[in-house]
């Protein structure tokens, strides 16, 4: 079992920044590719971002490429994102989640099934 808890949302303007945080306990952290996504009321949950279990790797959604950036540091059990030139339409509760790395990379970072184990989530709203 992978324990994983949100932090860092809150209400921000128009071309402001957060970094979120995801804190894992648990299982070892190396072991397990992360991942980001997003839910707006009314909307599906969405992928956002993912990293490797070494952090080798990243792969992002394309209308978040060059303001996201995904990180990780296994000495903390923890996972960032740093969120740059926020938009109104980045507004949506964001959820880390993590799958074992031995399942593999590749187009299935994108898939919310894929996903073993996710946080409770932190709202982001970004007032224009």
């Known amino acids: 079992q992978v324990q994983l808890v949100e932090s860092g949302g809150g209400l921000v303007q128009a071309g402001g920044s957060l970094r979120l945080s995801c804190a894992a306990s648990?299982?070892?952290?190396?072991?397990?590719?992360m991942g980001w996504f997003r839910q707006a009321p009314g909307k599906e949950r969405e992928f956002v971002a993912a990293i490797s279990w070494s952090g080798a790797m990243t792969h992002y959604k394309d209308s978040v490429k060059g303001r996201f950036t995904i990180s990780r540091v296994n000495a903390k059990n923890t996972v960032y994102l740093q969120m740059n030139s926020l938009k109104p339409e980045d507004t949506a509760v964001y959820y880390c989640?993590?799958?074992?790395?031995?399942?593999?990379?590749?187009?299935?970072?994108?898939?919310?099934?894929?996903?073993?184990?996710w946080g409770q989530g932190t709202q982001v709203t970004v007032s224009s």
């Open positions: 648990g299982r070892t952290f190396s072991s397990y590719h």
């Open positions: 989640a993590a799958f074992a790395r031995g399942q593999g990379w590749g187009t299935r970072v994108t898939n919310p099934d894929q996903y073993d184990y």
